[in-house]
């Protein structure tokens, strides 16, 4: 058996995510004749049959799914490998920290502030995004470091817990749920949370998927009656909305924040942000 180069392992995970050799053909802006000689000689070089054809359908084998699973782990790592080096070829390398704004518990002013005085710290590029970015940016090299709210797949990462807090529920005044002091998440049954997951369920491991509102969008949602929404008591002080009230969930986890960078990562720069954010959330008030 030969080693699996980069690209056919591209044209496989295009035919297995779309399971339409046309649409993948057009992903991948080739013609579908070579596609299907390309995916043929991959099956013939594994000697294991990886997807399932019929005239209508195409599906995968366990064989196939395994190789998905496997595959594109091994193109976010090409991709990582060659952005980091990129960063690191720069003439000014970055430490790029992924977050979710406002999900810093308050920490990230004095993180910085405390970082820039480390020997190993380089200038600090932010890269804001939604619940759920964080770690796809660590695996593809997006990101170097990351602070996020837990829980998230750890897998291929080391991450250190930051803090914890109590976790509170966003309500509409007008509420029927909004005149009770404390709830429980039984009470939420029939109510959905921005990314669509039944809310009685409280926040998800793993999560169904990153939401792709802003907190204004699901605060307007929120005030309307579409949703409730699960938000730290940090981030609850820095939405205040007079239409807006937020109550305490007594069988509701915990919000913690982490931070988390890859296992592979030597970078002495990331190490000292680490420790730097480790020494600011234990810090004393």
Do not use: C
Request: charged share 20%; no cysteine.
């Amino acid at each position: 058996m030969n080693d699996l180069e980069v690209r056919q392992l591209r044209y496989f995970v295009a035919v297995a995510e779309e399971l339409h050799f046309g649409r993948a053909a057009e992903r991948l802006g080739m013609a579908q004749p070579p596609l299907s000689r390309a995916i043929r000689d991959i099956e013939r070089s594994l000697g294991v049959r990886l997807l399932e054809r019929t005239t209508r359908n195409v599906a995968l084998t366990p064989a196939g799914e395994t190789l998905l699973r496997d595959a594109r782990h091994a193109l976010d790592a090409v991709s990582a490998a060659g952005r980091r080096a990129r960063n690191a070829g720069l003439t000014t390398p970055t430490l790029r920290l992924a977050l979710k704004a406002d999900f810093d518990a308050g920490l990230l002013p004095q993180i910085l502030a405390a970082y820039r005085t480390e020997p190993a710290a380089l200038h600090v590029d932010l890269l804001l995004g939604g619940r759920g970015d964080q770690v796809p940016a660590l695996h593809d090299g997006r990101a170097d470091v990351a602070l996020l709210p837990t829980p998230f797949d750890e897998r291929g990462l080391d991450a250190e817990l930051l803090l914890t807090e109590p976790n509170l529920v966003a309500l509409a005044t007008t509420d029927p749920l909004a005149t009770r002091p404390s709830l429980t998440l039984a009470d939420f049954h029939g109510r959905h949370l921005p990314d669509g997951a039944d809310a009685a369920l409280g926040p998800q491991r793993p999560h169904r998927g990153p939401s792709r509102l802003d907190m204004t969008q699901i605060f307007n949602l929120i005030e309307v009656g579409d949703l409730v929404f699960f938000v730290p008591t940090s981030v609850a002080r820095r939405y205040t909305r007079p239409d807006i009230v937020y109550r305490e969930v007594t069988d509701l986890p915990p919000a913690g924040l982490a931070v988390a960078w890859p296992q592979t990562s030597h970078s002495p720069a990331v190490a000292a942000f680490v420790r730097v954010a480790q020494a600011v959330a234990t810090a004393p008030v």
